[in-house]
């Protein structure tokens, strides 16, 4: 990926990020006082919004990658959703037998578990292929 191309995320990247840790600290604490559940989905949706964003830009960035670049991202989104999959199932199933007490709040934990194991699987794939795995 050209070093502009690259400098351009980055920048998007860490302005998405800065505005998701502002509404967290400003808004979300709103969300859980708020009256009626419709004021309430508006804040929770509006917390959510940078993330999503920040979805797309790793889809585009990704997309303008090269095959082998792809590649990697591909194996490594595979690896993650596997295992963030079997664990989501084994906590489930312990869940379910009583084994184990969560509530509905360890949802929100599923996609930062996904992100973090994605982003190990890259380096462990990047460096089978040569690379450190945090180069660009």
Not at 10 to 30: D, E, H, K, Q, T
Request: charged share 15%.
């Amino acid at each position: 990926m050209p070093h502009p191309i690259l400098k351009n995320y980055r920048r998007n990247l860490w302005m998405l990020m800065s505005v998701y840790v502002a509404l967290m600290l400003l808004v979300f604490p709103l969300a859980r006082h708020a009256d009626g559940n419709v004021l309430k989905t508006v804040y929770a949706m509006l917390c959510v919004s940078p993330v999503i964003a920040v979805v797309w830009l790793m889809a585009a960035r990704i997309w303008h990658s090269d095959e082998l670049e792809q590649r990697l991202h591909l194996m490594a989104l595979s690896v993650a959703t596997g295992v963030v999959a079997v664990a989501s199932l084994i906590g489930g199933f312990l869940h379910s037998v009583h084994v184990i007490s969560v509530d509905g709040d360890i949802l929100i934990w599923v996609f930062p578990a996904l992100c973090m194991t994605y982003g190990l699987s890259r380096v462990l794939l990047a460096r089978r292929y040569g690379g450190s795995g945090c180069e660009e």
